[in-house]
């Protein structure tokens, strides 16, 4: 049976109070740290909408827990440059043998939660990125994404992102997803299908922000990504184009130092 996000058990609780623990205003100034250079981030949580795993043509909606652009920069700038480390948390759909007649003889997956790290280096418009998750129930692989992006400033209010990345999975994730086992294909009558480890999507990224004040912000971002390479070949895959759409509040984090 597919677990929910707020299961007594499940990472995502331990996330999400996280989340709520820290959902209030902060800056140097409350720390007394007034520092010559400050550590700033934002925090934040909203829904996404998007497939419900990977390689599924049905959408699902889904917490989105935001944490991002993170770094260190002198006191009064915008954004922090430099590199920065900072939690990289998602959640990955169930997958149930019963919806879909394509999927009739599949092992089901149940819904999956990854927790990991995401390493950042923002130099002017300009940040590039890696992150590193390990998946818990649905999934015990690792996955993640390296790619860039461009900022624009439009206003003091308004601003943009543009980006590309690609993602990857290791053996124990593609071959959970995209995979098709001897006793998967003698049931379902679908070939068996190996992809193991390697990069297994290519998606280009829009993101907004509109600052309500100067801690708190909407936060938007449309993405939109297309499997690759042998988790595009899997028979398992029912659309190969993923798109998603994330919509969120954040607030912004000051540490002086």
Excluded: C
Excluded at 14 to 34: C, E, M, R
Excluded at 43 to 53: F, N, V
Excluded at 107 to 114: F, M, P
Excluded at 158 to 187: C, H, K, M, Q, R
Aim: proline share 5%; aromatic share 12%; no cysteine.
């Amino acid at each position: 049976m597919a677990v929910t996000p707020f299961d007594r058990n499940s990472p995502m609780k331990y996330a999400l109070a996280f989340a709520i623990l820290f959902a209030a205003p902060v800056s140097a100034q409350d720390f007394g740290l007034t520092g010559d250079r400050v550590f700033s981030f934002d925090l934040g949580l909203g829904a996404k909408i998007g497939s419900a795993y990977p390689g599924a043509e049905e959408a699902e909606v889904a917490p989105w827990f935001i944490f991002r652009d993170a770094g260190f920069g002198p006191v009064g700038t915008a954004p922090a440059q430099g590199f920065s480390l900072a939690p990289s948390i998602n959640i990955v759909g169930s997958r149930d043998s019963s919806d879909e007649a394509a999927l009739t003889g599949l092992d089901d997956i149940d819904r999956a939660y990854e927790l990991g790290l995401r390493a950042s280096y923002a130099t002017g418009p300009v940040t590039a990125y890696g992150s590193l998750r390990r998946g818990f129930d649905g999934h015990e692989g690792l996955t993640g994404e390296v790619g860039a992006k461009y900022r624009t400033e439009l206003s003091d209010r308004v601003t943009l992102w543009s980006g590309a990345e690609v993602g990857y999975g290791n053996d124990a994730f593609n071959d959970t997803y995209f995979g098709v086992t001897p006793a998967e294909g003698a049931i379902s009558g679908l070939p068996v299908t190996a992809p193991g480890g390697g990069v297994n999507e290519a998606a280009i990224t829009f993101e907004a922000r509109y600052a309500l004040n100067d801690t708190t912000a909407l936060s938007g971002e449309v993405r939109y990504g297309k499997l690759i390479g042998d988790a595009a070949d899997s028979p398992v895959v029912q659309d190969e184009y993923q798109p998603s759409l994330r919509l969120g509040i954040t607030r912004r984090f000051s540490f002086g130092f």
